[in-house]
């Protein structure tokens, strides 16, 4: 049974990974962002009423900040409510214990309260956001994808998809490339040329739109070039949401 939902799984991402080429940005990105909301919906219906998984968000402190305001446009107001109730409860108890266990100032040397000052921050109500429950989940989505990427570029077809696409964005690319260098040299070199057609087209739509911002070209017909900032902030920053 896990070998047919695993064949499953890697054939809905290698649909998807292919319309994604047919779109601008990094395909990854764009499945990535497709995968996560249905585990935003999950969280909010059923995993936020895991006993084991509030205890958890209480360690962490929460989600990191990207994926708090994504959860903040959902309707969440009360299971956030939760959680930061259970979070902040917590955050106070340990500001009270040391409150409380604090040595009187006069006693102390500047120094020797700096550093407990530093020790408390860090260690009693520190976010732990590189834990955060979203940002594992991402992880394990975007592993899976590269691997199911690389594969797809086994046929002609799909390097030529990729080819006439706006390309991965340099995370996704390096990750990509690193994934297959490992374990699928062909699929690395097949990658590597790829990413290079892409880039170099949109450096050149870029050069174009720089070009036609100069008074002396201002009279020329302007084209799909206007929007290729747009494009090289995909391919360097990835698409919105993602991180």
């Avoid at 690395?188 to 880039?199: I, M, P, S, T």
Wanted: charged letters at 30%; a positive charge.
């Amino acid at each position: 049974m896990k070998e047919n939902k695993d064949q499953s799984t890697r054939s809905r991402d290698s649909d998807a990974l292919r319309a994604a080429l047919f779109r601008e940005g990094c395909a990854v990105c764009a499945v990535i962002l497709e995968n996560m909301q249905p585990i935003m919906d999950s969280w909010q219906y059923e995993d936020f009423t895991n006993v084991d998984h509030r205890h958890e968000l209480i360690r962490t402190r929460g989600f990191c900040a990207m994926h708090t305001w994504q959860l903040a446009q959902l309707p969440t107001s009360f299971q956030l409510g939760v959680v930061y109730r259970e979070v902040l409860t917590e955050v106070v108890g340990v500001l009270e214990r040391e409150r409380q266990s604090a040595e009187p100032t006069k006693k102390r040397t500047f120094m020797g309260r700096r550093k407990s000052q530093l020790a408390s921050n860090s260690n009693g109500v520190r976010p732990r956001f590189e834990q955060c429950y979203f940002c594992q989940a991402r992880e394990r989505i975007e592993a899976r994808l590269i691997d199911t990427f690389v594969g797809l570029l086994h046929t002609p077809e799909n390097r030529d998809r990729m080819s006439q696409s706006t390309g991965l964005c340099l995370l996704h690319f390096t990750q990509a490339r690193a994934w297959a260098e490992e374990r699928d040299a062909e699929g690395a070199r097949y990658l590597l040329d790829c990413q290079y057609v892409c880039l170099k087209r949109v450096l050149g739509e870029v050069e174009e739109l720089v070009r036609k911002h100069d008074y002396r070209f201002k009279n020329e017909a302007r084209g799909d070039e206007m929007t290729s900032w747009r494009r090289a902030a995909e391919v360097c920053a990835g698409l919105p949401g993602v991180r």
